[in-house]
């Protein structure tokens, strides 16, 4: 997934629905959680590396700068149901599972080439699937972009930031290139 691409993501994801956007909206926790879920941090290290195969250093740093896999823990652990959370948590099994068995490799030892051709290929699966319910693939993504987009990375050097806006001005201009202005 290219910048562009990520920044139709954010803007998809900011107007459908989100896994987790109930205890986002109203600032409640879930009832039923899965009591003690811990995360190691050869996990967060794991999620570092595939929010960083979704959005990749190029000109503007990766998802790993910013920090990522860190906010997908804290955010699987405050807003995702009990059934959300044991999704994300079977499938991230199951990626390093398939990864290993597929590539013979460790996904976060791998080469980016196919860490994004398995990552691509689970998305067309989610894609082509009659079913809609959340995978983890989906919530994968739909994180990293979250993240990224309101990190201090992704809001200040991937988007166009302005710390203190000056008068409203709802028709500008975007010349191809310009970056998109962060909220």
Do not use: H, W
């Amino acid at each position: 997934m290219n910048r562009r691409d990520a920044l139709k993501s954010v803007v998809l994801m900011m107007g459908g629905t989100m896994v987790g956007a109930t205890a986002i909206l109203t600032g409640c926790a879930p009832d039923k959680q899965i009591e003690g879920l811990n995360f190691e941090p050869e996990d967060v290290a794991f999620l570092d590396e595939l929010g960083d195969t979704i959005i990749p250093t190029t000109d503007t740093p990766g998802a790993k700068a910013a920090g990522i896999g860190s906010f997908m823990v804290m955010m699987v652990q405050d807003t995702y149901d009990a059934e959300q959370q044991q999704v994300f948590v079977d499938g991230l099994n199951k990626i390093r599972k398939d990864f290993k068995s597929e590539k013979g490799t460790d996904f976060v030892g791998a080469p980016e080439a196919d860490r994004l051709a398995y990552l691509n290929g689970l998305f067309e699966q989610y894609k082509s699937s009659e079913e809609r319910e959340p995978k983890v693939i989906n919530m994968l993504r739909d994180l990293t972009v979250l993240g990224y987009f309101t990190s201090e990375i992704g809001a200040t050097q991937a988007l166009n930031f302005v710390e203190v806006p000056g008068r409203y001005d709802g028709c500008i201009d975007l010349k191809p290139g310009d970056k998109a202005y962060a909220i």
